[in-house]
């Protein structure tokens, strides 16, 4: 999260002087552009690279974003698989609790990746990609990718947790890119959804609250923590159109083997994903303002 | 009109540019002129106006618009010499090649703030041209408007011929962009903020670390390259910044106050950093700032802005040769008293801190 634009220092000590410039061939020539598809492919490329190179950097992120999942596994997890108060047919709740994490944990990613553009808008980053020859779209899904990047780091993390604490997870190649997939599409639209809000909302203070606000009721209306069955039949219709309950389902049935639609979930999280991206870039204009 | 004439420079004299020079004209003659450039930005006219610098010398009277058409039907004429930095190679731009910007009755309305009104301004490829002005003048709306960020709501903005309304890929592709806030990604080394914008515009890969390199190189940042930008100081973000900016091989800068805040040192820094780079390429700098002895020292025109409207337009010498002829005094002018007279001498509550860099300008001045 280390967004802020770089803090000059009090102090500045820049004596140097110009020399004579004569090793500058290669900044005479503009590059040859790109075209069609290539573009927001490099693009996103590009963006993914920025948040893989930053948490090179500083990997402090990592690490007290696993606090919150370990806890919610260890503590609500031990315990509801204790009492059996949650009915899971054919699993042990820890397991069934296990891919709703995952989920939840790249939600709050995602969500707080596209917060963070209302940060990049303040400090002028935004602004310079926004004059470089980026497609709005394409900048929406190269944001949306890294998002994805973040949260498929975060989600091996919560994996290995699992794993450690006796989850019996596949480990089927297949079924994991599966897995890796979900898990970016749905970040894809949770970041393209903060991204919009801030489209909408303009100022930081206004995202954050409204970020805080939406991320809970989005993980208590989903099939994360409990099953469809038992909920209370107005919790199950905005269960029914929570993205995240398409996604969990999705991770249940690759990583446990349960019962899955994972034709309907793919579907419905790549519709999400591209719906998000289009309202996210037609509200960017109004954050360049 | 003889080239012997003394120029004019805060009426409505430059045909090409045909800025509103407010502070002696009427403003219906300005339109009249705004009209005229909106034409044929590529055309006739940047054969009179092909000449960096080229401030057409005329009477005081030309900001009629029957003076200024004649200028403009007349290309003959070959572009006046500017008055006191003769054009180097690397200046003059190739015949015919369009302006860099064309801005034409330009527009612009924050809410009840009319940030931009009908400015009018031309910038001649390869020369560096300073938009200067209080704060508050409209001097990064425009920019804004240029770099596509903002629509262009009413009048016409071209850069190289593009139009920034309906072209906005093709002009961004020309355009290295440094906003007025320091804003280096500070999670980021210098060399990776650079590679970032390599990538975005398209470098390929086999030239993206030399090129890098070499935008590092030409701001002397190499040694400090692999560090994280938070730990830079001001002066080496807008190096940092800088090299951003040129690792696409822009053909024209946009600087928005590259030295705002920074330490007089850091400032002249910089400032020798786009000199050179300038000297080296050829490209075209458009740069805003409110200290006057930069303009005066680095720049080849100075628009000066004040409530959104350009109030003169010239070399610095012929603006400070201009009031020394209208006050009929032996003391020689500084920019700054151009700039006083013209946007008034009391700047009001927007005056912010132009006082303050009056102890600092007097060590820069130059022969006026
Ligand atoms: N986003 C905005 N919303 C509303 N008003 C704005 C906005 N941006 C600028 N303005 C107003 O437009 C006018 C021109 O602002 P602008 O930033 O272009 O001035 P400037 O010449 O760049 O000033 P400075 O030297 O302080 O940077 C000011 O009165 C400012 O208050
Ligand atoms: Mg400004």
Known sequence: MSEAPAAPRPGSADA?????????????TPPTPRSGWRV????????CLVELQKLRHDRTELYTRAVQPALWLLIFGETFTRIHAIPTPGVPYLDYLAPGIIAQSAMFIAIFYGIMIIWERDAGVLTKLLVTPTPRAALITGKAFAAGVKSVIQAVVVVVLAAILGVSLTWNPLKLLGVVVAVILGSAFFSCLSMSIAGIVLTRDRLMGIGQAITMPLFFASNALYPVAVMPGWLQVLS?????????????????????????????????????????????????? | MSDEERPRADANADVGAGVNGNAGGGANANENAGGGANGNPTGAETEAGADPGSLTPTGADAATPTAADATRTGATRTGATPAERPATPAERPAPGSPDAVVCAGLSYVFGETRAVDRVDLRVGAGEVFGLLGPNGAGKTTVIRCMTTLLPVPSGKVTVFGH????????????LGYVPQQLSADGGLTGRENVTLFARVFDVSRKERAARVQQA????????????????????????????????SAPRLLML????????????????EHIDAVRRATGMTVLVTTHYMDEADQYCDRVALMHRGRIRAL????ELKADLRERRADDSEPTLEDVFRDVAGSGLGDEGGDFRSVRSTRRTATRVG
């Not at chain 1, 927001?40 to 963006?47: E, K, L, T």
């Not at chain 1, 979930?265 to 591209?274: E, S």
């Open chain 1, 16 to 28: 140097t002087t110009a020399r004579p410039v004569d090793q500058l061939d290669l900044l005479l």
């Open chain 1, 40 to 47: 927001p492919a490099a693009r996103a490329w590009a963006m």
């Open chain 1, 240 to 289: 029914r159109i929570n993205p995240l309950s398409y996604e969990v389902d999705a991770l249940r049935g690759l990583l446990l083997g349960t019962h899955a639609h994972l034709l309907l979930d793919f579907g419905v999280l790549l519709v999400a994903a591209l719906a998000g991206i289009t309202a996210a870039s037609s509200l960017l204009g109004r954050l360049a303002r």
């Open chain 2, 163 to 174: 139009d920034a309304a309906k072209e906005a890929m093709a002009v961004r592709r020309l």
């Open chain 2, 216 to 247: 590092l190189e030409a701001v002397d940042l190499l040694e400090s390259a692999d560090r994280l930008a938070k730990t830079y100081s001001g002066g080496m973000v807008r190096r940092l910044e800088l090299a951003q900016a040129l690792v």
């Open chain 2, 256 to 271: 928005d106050e590259p030295t705002i805040g920074l330490d007089p040192i850091a400032r002249t820094s910089v400032w």
């Open chain 2, 314 to 317: 010239g070399t610095p010498g």
